[in-house]
Every structure is written in structure tokens, then in C-alpha cells.
């Protein structure tokens, strides 16, 4: 914790004051362009690796860089991730999603390695929003990277059951909205954009 208390006094009298003038205009202002959807992993920094700002980015990190898909019975549950992708599209109008998993990813390893998770009941539960993305990954070539092929295909799923909550399929159909698809490579910092559609990637920058 003294770690954490050092950081916030760094924060406060080393950054903070060059930004000052932004922090007074966000203090009134919320108009983020992109929800940007990661896993909870503390190696992957959405604010680091797209180098965004303060206010910019409307940031939603589960493990395993999950969305369930929209369940109308699911009312009484509470379901964070839920509400925070209706707020971000129907509130504060993003034009961009990003979906984000990442090389190594743990909640990936576990499924790609069939690892008992008898004692991590709510992880068990959780992981099978990626029933589909293991589904994909099965058709994966032998010899391939087991984990980076479920990572890529879970990116996929993920953005798929992204579109069946009605605020994101309503301004998919007004093209007011684009989904996106990322892999972030811890070791290189490279990040590759998926095409949703053949599953193909591509370096997202030089
Ligand atoms: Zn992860």
C-alpha cells in the first residue's frame, strides 16, 4: 500500500499540475469516442498502450476480456459489464468499441489447457461466456499456438456477443457505431486488429 501512496503523491505533485487545465475541463465533461473492453490483467494498460488521456477512453476490464451476450432474463442479476456497455453506447454515444485480449492471457491458458477449476467456482462460471470462442478454436491447425489461437478467437466471440445487447445492435444498424478487435502482445507491444469476419489479423500500426 505505501507503493500506492507514493504513486498518488507522485501523481499529484508531478503530473497533476501540467494537466491541471484538462482535469478542470473534465470535471464537468464526460464525452469519451471509445469503450475499450480488456481483460483485467495487470499487464494490459488500455490508457498506456493506445497512449489516450484522461476522459478518452470509457474502459470496461473483466477476466478474460468477456461481454456475456444480452440475456433478457437476466434482469435481476447484476451484471455490471451490462450496464456499463449500455451507458457508454446509449449515454455517451461512442462511435468505437475495442475488444482487447492479450498473448498469455490466464482466463485463455485456463480453457486452452482444460485446467480443473473445481475450487474457482465463480472463474468456472464466468469462463463459460467463451464456450463459443473455445468452440472456434477447436478448428485450429496441429502444431499451432493453442492459447494466441483461442485469444484471437475469443476476441471474435467476444465481439459477436457484443452485438446481441439491443443498444449496440441498434447503433450498429444506424452506423453510428464501429466494433473492433485487438490483440496486444505483451512481450513486443504489438497490437494486431482482427477482421471479425475471416478471423484473419493485421498489424494495427508499424
Ligand atoms: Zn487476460
Known amino acids: 500500500m505505501q507503493d500506492l501512496a507514493e504513486g498518488v503523491a507522485h501523481f ?8 491541471a487545465a484538462r482535469f478542470r475541463h473534465l470535471a464537468t465533461t464526460h464525452q469519451p469516442s471509445t469503450l475499450f473492453i480488456s481483460c483485467s490483467d495487470a499487464r494490459v494498460i ?3 498502450i493506445t497512449q489516450s488521456e484522461p476522459g478518452e477512453l470509457f474502459v470496461i476490464r473483466t477476466a478474460g476480456n468477456l461481454v456475456p451476450a444480452h440475456d433478457p432474463s437476466a434482469d435481476a442479476v447484476a451484471d455490471g459489464v451490462t450496464a456499463s ?25 485456463a480453457l486452452a489447457d482444460d ?6 467456482p ?3 462460471r464466468w469462463l463459460r461466456h467463451a464456450d463459443v470462442s473455445r468452440a472456434r478454436a477447436a478448428r485450429a491447425e496441429p502444431g499451432e499456438d493453442k492459447v494466441g489461437v483461442l485469444v484471437r478467437s475469443n476476441v471474435i466471440a467476444q465481439l459477436a456477443n457484443l452485438a446481441t445487447h439491443p443498444c449496440v445492435a441498434r447503433a450498429l444498424a444506424a452506423q453510428t457505431l ?12 504489438a497490437v494486431d486488429q482482427l477482421d471479425p469476419v475471416t478471423g484473419s489479423s493485421a498489424a494495427l500500426a508499424a
Open 115 to 120: 485446467q480443473d477449476l473445481a475450487a474457482l
Open 122 to 124: 465463480a472463474v468456472a
Open 178 to 189: 464501429t466494433l473492433r478487435g485487438w490483440v496486444y502482445d505483451i512481450p513486443t507491444g
Open 85 to 109: 456497455i449500455e451507458y457508454a453506447v446509449a449515454v455517451l454515444g461512442v462511435s468505437d468499441i475495442v475488444v482487447c485480449g492479450h498473448s498469455a492471457c490466464g482466463a485463455m491458458t
Open 12 to 19: 499529484q505533485q508531478g503530473v497533476f499540475p501540467a494537466k
Open 46 to 48: 488500455p490508457e498506456l
